[in-house]
């Protein structure tokens, strides 16, 4: 029954008796850091990544971010996008800089950006991860188009640089599932010196390959296939093998139940709206982003953290995390829907339940069934400190300068 009814507990609403007792208590089975899943701060993420730095070098398995656009306009985010050009090129490097030492040797980094800035991306991310551990530039689909747009074409694209810190870097390749799969001939371009090394059994049946071609497939391999019901002959076909004779019946083989995804993944949303937030990537495009290049227990990090959704698939996908975010949505604001936000959607998340979730990837991830342990923490900034200064009057000080 409390299975059923888990919910999120902020120790922020306790008094401090209780946070020391559960600290003391939590203390006894480690670290409290490594039994953590995960850690949001709310801060600008320079200061953020400077602060984290020492006790998270070579630590981060994978990175991704999507910094705010340099729209050269004003825009209706929530976040200043009109930079020139050269403040946003060095708003990025002095932040790549810092993330490059948080990557360890297989570790890999993505960063999302559109037109107006894919040009200045990459030869910063050349310069600082080097030109030979560049690995890929992923087009993702678009969600709205730019408005005015005219005389051209619609933009239906955004880029996402794939690098990673070393050639040694951890990738396992993506695949989807097929929502059909087709009979093919299996055979390919050119033939195989000897008659032995040409010959298969089919059925019972020795068959040559076409004229100039050749089986792509080994016996022993033929045979495992018959077995699946994964290799047949297509009476209905004919050919001529490499003897010249005519063949009736031509070995037909199933396609895979997936197939390799390359670097174009507009078959996939990029952009959503689950959590009401303008700039909200999809949670199945971090999906394919984490599960390419981690594994379960390595630690991921997003410091242009937006609505949180790199923080949320690394959660259902049993990876360690660290969100990094500035803006006043981190705690909450309000929606048709009710309350989101970054902190409102981690807990969802653990809760499994609330106004958005389960939602994205929640249903395909059967294994992650809420519950965890993140802490958060929030980093004063400067014009804080200002905004949070009293100045209240000193009458002794008024009478010495009288």
Not at 15 to 31: P, Q
Request: hydrophobic share 35%; glycine share 6%; net charge neutral.
């Amino acid at each position: 029954k409390l299975k059923e009814n888990k919910l999120p507990i902020d120790t922020k609403h306790f008094s401090s008796d209780f946070k020391y007792e559960l600290l003391e208590k939590l203390s006894e089975k480690g670290d409290i850091d490594d039994l953590l899943d995960g850690l949001l701060i709310k801060s600008e993420n320079w200061q953020a990544l400077n602060l984290l730095e020492d006790k998270y070098r070579e630590k981060v398995q994978t990175i991704y971010i999507d910094p705010p656009f340099n729209k050269e306009t004003d825009a209706d985010y929530l976040y200043n996008v009109k930079y020139k050009d050269s403040t946003w090129a060095s708003m990025l490097e002095n932040r790549l800089v810092l993330a490059r030492d948080f990557l360890n040797d297989k570790g890999s980094i993505f960063l999302r950006c559109d037109y107006n800035g894919n040009w200045i991306v990459r030869p910063i991310m050349n310069d600082i991860f080097g030109k030979d551990n560049f690995r890929n530039e992923i087009f993702v689909r678009r969600g709205e188009y730019p408005k005015g747009e005219v005389n051209k074409l619609r933009t239906g694209t955004d880029t996402i640089f794939f690098y990673s810190k070393s050639s040694q870097n951890y990738f396992i390749t993506p695949k989807i599932k097929r929502s059909e799969r087709k009979w093919f001939p299996m055979h390919l371009q050119s033939e195989r010196t000897t008659y032995n090394l040409q010959v298969r059994d089919f059925f019972g049946r020795k068959l040559l390959p076409p004229k100039g071609r050749h089986w792509i497939l080994n016996q022993d391999k033929i045979n495992e296939l018959i077995k699946k019901g994964e290799i047949r002959i297509n009476e209905n076909k004919e050919y001529i093998d490499i003897n010249g004779n005519i063949i009736k019946g031509e070995p037909e083989m199933l396609q895979a139940d997936s197939k390799i995804i390359d670097s174009n993944w507009t078959d996939i949303q990029s952009y959503t709206t689950q959590w009401q937030f303008q700039t909200e990537n999809s949670e199945i495009l971090l999906k394919r982003v984490i599960e390419s290049t981690s594994n379960e227990g390595d630690l991921v990090i997003d410091f242009f953290l937006g609505s949180g959704t790199t923080t949320a698939v690394a959660q259902k996908l049993g990876r360690k995390w660290i969100g990094v975010e500035m803006g006043k949505h981190f705690y909450k604001f309000e929606t048709k829907k009710g309350p989101s936000g970054v902190l409102v959607r981690m807990k969802e998340v653990l809760a499994s339940k609330g106004n958005y979730e389960p939602c994205g990837i929640s249903k395909e991830v059967k294994e992650y069934q809420g519950g965890g342990f993140f802490k958060y923490q929030v980093l004063e900034q400067y014009e804080d400190a200002l905004d949070n200064i009293e100045l209240k009057e000193n009458k002794q000080a008024l009478q010495l300068f009288k």
